[in-house]
C-alpha cells in the first residue's frame, strides 16, 4: 500500500514558476514508478509525465517539454515536478500516482493516486 500526498500547487503568472511534491507513505517507494496527471474543469484527465524506480528514465508529454521537469528522491520518499514558464492552458489539477510498471503514461497502470493539488495560472 502507497499513499501520495501532492503538495505546492498555488496561483501564479503566466510565465512563473511552481514546484509540486508528491510525498508518499510506505518502505516500497523505490518499487514504484511515478506519474503526474492533470486534469482540467471538462477535460479528461491527462497524462504529463513520468519517473522510473531509480529516476533513470523520464518521460513528459510534448506539452510541457522543456518546461516541465520531474524527479524524485527515494531517501525522503518524495517525487516533484518543477514546472517552468507555466501557461494559463496549464491550469488543473494535478495528481502524482504510483505504478508498479516500470515506466508508463497509461492511467490504467497506476495503482496508487493521491488527492491532488491546484495549479491556477493567470494571464
Known amino acids: 500500500q502507497v499513499q501520495l500526498v501532492e503538495s505546492g500547487g498555488g496561483l501564479v503568472q503566466a510565465g512563473g514558476s511552481l514546484r509540486l511534491s508528491c510525498a508518499a507513505s510506505?518502505?516500497?517507494?523505490?518499487?514504484?514508478?511515478l506519474g503526474w496527471f492533470r486534469q482540467a474543469p471538462g477535460k479528461e484527465r491527462e497524462f504529463v509525465a513520468a519517473?522510473?524506480?531509480?529516476?533513470?528514465?523520464?518521460y513528459s508529454t510534448d506539452s510541457v517539454k522543456g518546461r516541465f521537469t520531474t524527479s524524485r528522491d527515494n531517501a525522503k520518499n518524495t517525487a516533484y515536478l518543477q514546472m517552468n514558464s507555466l501557461k494559463p492552458e496549464d491550469t488543473a489539477h494535478y495528481y502524482c500516482?504510483?505504478?508498479?510498471?516500470?515506466?508508463?503514461?497509461?492511467?490504467?497502470?497506476?495503482?496508487?493516486w493521491g488527492q491532488g493539488t491546484q495549479v491556477t495560472v493567470s494571464s
Open positions: 510506505g518502505r516500497t517507494f523505490s518499487s514504484y514508478s
Open positions: 500516482a504510483a505504478s508498479r510498471v516500470l515506466i508508463t503514461s497509461n492511467f490504467d497502470e497506476y495503482d496508487y
Open positions: 519517473i522510473s524506480w531509480t529516476g533513470g528514465r523520464i
